[in-house]
């Protein structure tokens, strides 16, 4: 069953141990306004606190855009009425991209079409990314006077800093398969292909022990920037070797069968 959040804004549906989180206002390229943002907030939180959800898959409706980013049209009309648009990390409401960051199972971006801006920045904050072809890539606040708040950090971490500062300073957007060249995106899908293609890579993700795939989320995410001393004596997330989806991935090696996960 698909449940709308944010007054349709977004759809959350769980199947099969995925949740599918929709970006639902291709009338505005899936721009994201405050409403949007919260019920993006909402599905996140869900999806981690759901244990029959084992990985979550994000795209856009459409497929004219993934997500344009900010809802500028709703900024310039707060900015009108005198009042003050939400700052990253300030104010009542958590931060999106940290949710998604402190949601500690696998994500994936499917972009259906171009990610620009904030956008790009939900790809960025996402684990792997399959893109659409022709779609375009990029974070381009500079050129509208916003800050790229994530994508300052992140994009510098994840390719080289010259390549990192030249796409924040240019705000020039790249085409996706420019994107893989430079280690952004996983894969690039033809249109005709590419929703199979992502049911693909998920289901080669959820064939696996959610125990184990929520380990390597949280650990991966808690030890970023840590030595790699610090970072072997970390012990965040459940312990696999302790779990029972251990004992059965084993055994269920050993007789030569499918194992049967139990997520504890």
Same mark, same amino acid.
């Given at each position: ?36 943002? #919260?019920?993006?907030? *909402?599905?996140?939180?869900? !999806? $981690?606190?759901? @244990? ?5 898959? %994000? ?102 800093? #010259?390549?990192?500062? *030249?796409?924040?300073?240019? !705000? $020039?957007?790249? @085409? ?5 060249? %430079? ?82």
């Amino acid at each position: 069953m698909t449940t709308e959040l944010g007054e349709g804004r977004v759809l959350y549906n769980v199947d099969g141990n995925v949740a599918r989180i929709t970006i639902n206002r291709p009338e505005r390229r899936n721009a994201m306004d405050t409403m949007t943002t #919260g019920a993006l907030i *909402e599905a996140f939180v869900e !999806a $981690e606190s759901d @244990p029959d959800v084992w990985c979550v898959v %994000l795209t856009g409706s459409g497929d004219k855009a993934f997500c344009a980013g900010g809802d500028l049209k709703e900024m310039d009309d707060t900015a009108k009425s005198g009042r003050q648009i939400p700052v990253p990390m300030m104010g009542p409401m958590r931060n999106l991209f940290e949710v998604m960051l402190e949601t500690y199972k696998p994500v994936i971006a499917a972009i259906n079409g171009h990610a620009i801006a904030g956008g790009c920045e939900l790809a960025l904050a996402s684990d792997i990314r399959i893109a659409r072809a022709g779609s375009m890539f990029g974070l381009t606040e500079a050129r509208r006077g916003m800050g790229a708040n994530l994508g300052s950090i992140l994009l510098p971490r994840l390719i080289p800093r #010259g390549l990192a500062f *030249e796409l924040l300073y240019t !705000a $020039e957007t790249i @085409p996706v398969e420019r994107a893989q060249e %430079l280690g952004l995106i996983n894969h690039v899908v033809s249109g005709g292909e590419f929703e199979t293609a992502v049911d693909e890579l998920v289901s080669r993700i959820v064939q696996n022990s959610p125990v184990t795939l929520r380990r390597y989320k949280e650990m991966a995410t808690k030890s970023w920037g840590l030595p790699v001393t610090t970072a072997l004596r970390l012990n965040v997330g459940p312990n696999p070797y302790l779990s029972e989806d251990r004992v059965e991935g084993v055994r269920a090696f050993l007789e030569k069968r499918d194992p049967v996960w139990k997520n504890r």
